[in-house]
C-alpha cells in the first residue's frame, strides 16, 4: 500500500489545481508508484454534503492518475461518495461535535452517517483492499471491498484484418476493441473475472485461431483472470484483392454477390478479399437526384449500366460513376434594408443592386449562403430552404430539389432601455421623445441611429425624482440620448421622507453597538432637513436595513454625512467636520461616536 498526502488549504504555496507544482507531483509519484493500492489523503474533502464551507478544494483526476480512494476529513459526518473510485469523508473520530448534512445530497453520495462517533479501518491484501467504517461501541455502519485489478491484453498477428472485443468491458468504457487498424488493446479486471474475447475478420482475410492464455481454436476465447494474461489472434489475408471505386458527382452504392463489398452512399472506395476464382457481381444503384453512368476499369462483363461480373483469378479494380442531376437554387432578397448574399460553391453573387439570383447544382451539393448586410443596416434572417436556412448565421442547403431562399435585410435601429428604481419607484414613470417609452408600461423602444431620445421624469404625490443614472447621470430634469449604440438608462425615484419627531434612540449612543434603527432615524431626520431646504430625499444604499441581519457599514456613515453637508451648504453655513473623514469601507467600523457627532450636527440646524 502507498500512501500519498495533500494540503488542500487555499493558501498552499504549491497550489491546489491539478495543474500546479502539488497536482504534477501527484500525478507522476501516483504513475511510478508500484504499490497495487494508492491511497490519496487530504483535510478538505473534494465532494460531501455537509454544511461546512470549503468543500471541491481538489477535485482532480484521481482515477485517471492510478489512485484506489480518496480519503478527507474536515466535515464532522461520514460519507462515502461513489465515482469509479470511493471518495470518503471521516471526521467524526475526535471532534467535540457532529454536523449535519444538508437537505439535498451531494450527486454521488452514497452513504451518510452523523449518529455517533467512529473511525475507519483499512485492511490491504494481495488479492483485495477493504474499508470498513464502524462505531466507537463496535457497530458496522459502512464496509466496502475493492477486489485487486489484472490486465488481460489482446495482439493482433497474421497478415490479416479483423477485430478482438471483450465481453465484458472491464475498467476501459469500451474494455479491449480492438479494430481493424489496431496492433495490441488491453483493458483491467477483478481477479476472478470471467471474460470471453471474440474475434471477428474483415472480410478480405480469415481469422485461423488464438494462442496465449489458455486460448485456442477459432471460436470465442473463454479466460477466468487469476493473473495478467496476454492472448494473441491470427488474422490471414485471403488470396486477392477486389476493389471497388465511386466516381463523378452523384451517389449511390455499389454491392458484391457474393458479399464482401458494401460501398454505401457516403463510401468513396470499398475492399473485399474473396478465394482466387471466385465469379463475383457487381451492382449499382444510383442514390435519389443521382443517376448510374457506367462501369469502367477491369473488363470482361464490366460494361454499361448492366451488373458488372468479374473473375477473380487477382486482384481486380473496377470504378462506377454516378452523375448528380442539377437543380436550381434561387436567392431573394427582402425588407427594408441592403446587403449582400454569396454562395459556397461559387454561383450566386447577389451585390447591392441584385434584387434576387438564380444558380445551377449538381443534386446533393451541400451550398452555403452567406449574407452580408450594408453599413446602416442588419441581416434579420433567412427564410425558406428548409429547416438549416433560420437564423442569421450561414444558410445550408442541400440541393436535391429547386428551392428558393429568402435573405431579409432591414434598417438598423439601437434599443433605448429604462430601469426604475427607488424607494419611491412604484409612483415614478418616464416618458420618451420620440413617442416609444412609457415605463413602467413599455421601458424599451428601438430608435434609428443619430435620433435624439429625450426622456422625462414624471413624479406622482408623494414620490420625488432623485437623478438618472447609466446612460445619463445629471441629478434633475430631463435624461437627453443621441442614438448611436444600445442605450440603458435608470431612473431613480424617491418616496417622500418619514417626518423626523426630534428625537433618537439610546440617545446618546455608547460604546460599539450601532442598530439599524439608529442609522434609519438620521437617514428620516436628513431626508426631512433636505426636503425643507429645496433638496430631494437621497436614494440610501441598503434603503430597508433588517435588525440584527443588515450590518451597519461605512458607506451608510459617509453616505448620512455627505447629505446632511449639502443641507448644510444650501443654508449657507459651514459643514461640520467629523471624526475619522471618510470612513474606509473596509477597515473602518461604525461606532457610537460617529452617530453621536451626525446627531449633534442635525439638532444644530434651525
Request: glycine share 12%.
Amino acid at each position: 500500500m502507498h500512501l500519498f498526502a495533500l494540503d488542500s488549504d487555499g493558501k498552499e504555496p504549491d497550489g491546489t489545481t491539478d495543474t500546479s507544482v502539488q497536482g504534477l507531483w501527484l500525478k507522476a509519484k501516483l504513475s511510478a508508484s508500484t504499490a497495487k493500492w494508492k491511497l490519496v489523503f487530504m483535510h478538505h474533502p473534494p465532494f460531501s454534503s455537509g454544511i461546512n464551507p470549503l468543500h471541491g478544494q481538489l477535485q482532480w483526476p484521481f482515477e485517471a492518475w492510478g489512485a484506489t480512494a480518496v480519503l478527507a476529513g474536515h466535515d464532522h459526518d461520514y460519507e462515502r461518495f461513489a465515482f469509479g473510485i470511493p471518495y470518503f469523508v471521516i471526521g467524526v473520530s475526535g471532534a467535540p461535535n457532529l454536523s449535519a448534512f444538508q437537505d439535498t445530497p451531494t450527486p454521488g453520495s452514497a452513504v451518510r452517517f452523523t449518529g455517533d462517533f467512529g473511525a475507519m479501518l483499512v485492511e490491504a491484501t494481495d488479492d483485495h483492499i477493504m474499508f470498513t467504517f464502524m462505531l466507537r461501541d463496535g457497530s458496522l455502519i459502512d464496509t466496502l471491498t475493492l477486489p485487486t485489478q489484472l490486465t488481460l491484453s489482446a495482439t493482433r498477428v497474421g497478415n490479416g484484418r479483423g477485430t478482438i472485443v471483450s465481453t465484458p468491458a472491464g475498467t476501459d468504457p469500451t474494455g479491449i476493441a480492438c479494430g481493424v487498424a489496431c496492433t495490441t488493446a488491453a483493458t483491467s479486471y477483478p481477479s476472478g473475472t470471467s471474460v470471453t474475447l471474440t474475434a471477428t475478420a474483415a472480410s478480405d482475410s480469415v481469422f485461423t485461431g488464438w494462442s496465449g492464455g489458455g486460448c485456442s481454436g477459432a471460436g470465442p476465447c473463454a479466460v477466468t483472470i487469476t493473473k495478467n494474461l496476454n492472448v494473441f489472434a491470427t488474422f490471414t489475408a485471403r488470396a486477392y484483392v477486389l476493389t471497388v471505386d465511386k466516381a463523378g458527382n452523384g451517389s449511390g452504392t455499389v454491392r458484391s454477390d457474393p458479399a464482401g463489398v458494401n460501398c454505401g452512399v457516403g463510401c468513396a472506395t470499398a475492399v473485399a478479399g474473396f478465394s482466387s476464382g471466385t465469379l463475383v457481381t457487381l451492382a449499382a444503384a444510383p442514390a435519389a437526384g443521382s443517376t448510374f453512368k457506367g462501369w469502367s476499369g477491369f473488363g470482361g462483363g464490366c460494361g454499361g449500366t448492366e451488373p458488372c461480373t468479374v473473375t477473380i483469378t487477382g486482384n481486380r479494380r473496377v470504378s462506377a460513376t454516378f452523375v448528380a442531376r442539377a437543380y436550381a437554387l434561387s436567392v431573394e432578397k427582402a425588407g427594408t434594408g441592403g446587403g449582400i448574399v454569396t454562395t459556397a460553391p461559387a454561383g450566386i453573387s447577389c451585390d447591392v443592386t441584385c434584387v434576387s439570383a438564380t444558380a445551377a447544382y449538381g443534386s446533393g451539393t451541400l451550398v452555403t449562403l452567406t449574407a452580408i448586410p450594408l453599413a446602416g443596416s442588419v441581416f434579420t434572417g433567412w427564410s425558406g430552404g428548409g429547416s438549416s436556412c433560420i437564423g442569421t448565421g450561414t444558410c445550408s442547403v442541400a440541393v436535391t430539389r429547386n428551392t428558393n431562399v429568402f435573405a431579409t435585410f432591414a434598417a438598423k435601429t439601437y434599443q433605448l432601455s429604462v430601469v426604475i428604481k427607488g424607494s419611491g419607484s412604484a409612483n415614478g414613470a418616464v416618458l420618451s421623445s420620440p413617442l416609444g417609452i412609457d415605463c413602467p408600461h413599455v421601458c424599451s423602444a428601438d430608435f434609428t441611429p443619430g435620433v435624439f431620445a429625450r426622456l422625462t421624469p414624471v413624479s406622482a404625490a408623494g414620490t420625488s425624482f432623485a437623478g438618472w443614472s447609466g446612460a445619463c447621470s445629471q441629478a434633475q430634469g430631463d435624461c437627453a440620448v443621441t442614438m448611436g449604440a444600445a442605450q440603458s438608462v435608470v431612473a431613480l425615484f424617491a418616496g417622500s421622507p418619514r417626518e423626523f419627531n426630534g428625537s433618537f434612540t439610546d440617545d446618546p449612543l455608547v460604546g460599539k453597538v450601532v442598530k439599524a434603527v439608529h442609522v434609519m432615524e438620521l437617514r428620516d431626520a436628513i431626508d426631512s432637513l433636505r426636503v425643507g431646504s429645496g433638496l430631494a430625499p437621497v436614494f440610501w444604499s441598503d434603503p430597508s436595513p433588517v435588525p440584527k441581519v443588515t450590518p451597519q457599514r461605512a458607506a451608510h456613515v459617509n453616505e448620512l454625512r455627505a447629505a446632511l453637508a449639502e443641507v448644510y451648504e444650501v443654508r449657507g453655513l459651514t459643514p461640520p467636520v467629523f471624526a475619522d473623514t471618510p470612513l474606509a469601507s473596509m477597515h473602518s467600523p461604525v461606532l457610537a461616536v460617529h452617530l453621536n457627532q451626525l446627531r449633534s450636527a442635525v439638532r444644530a440646524l434651525p
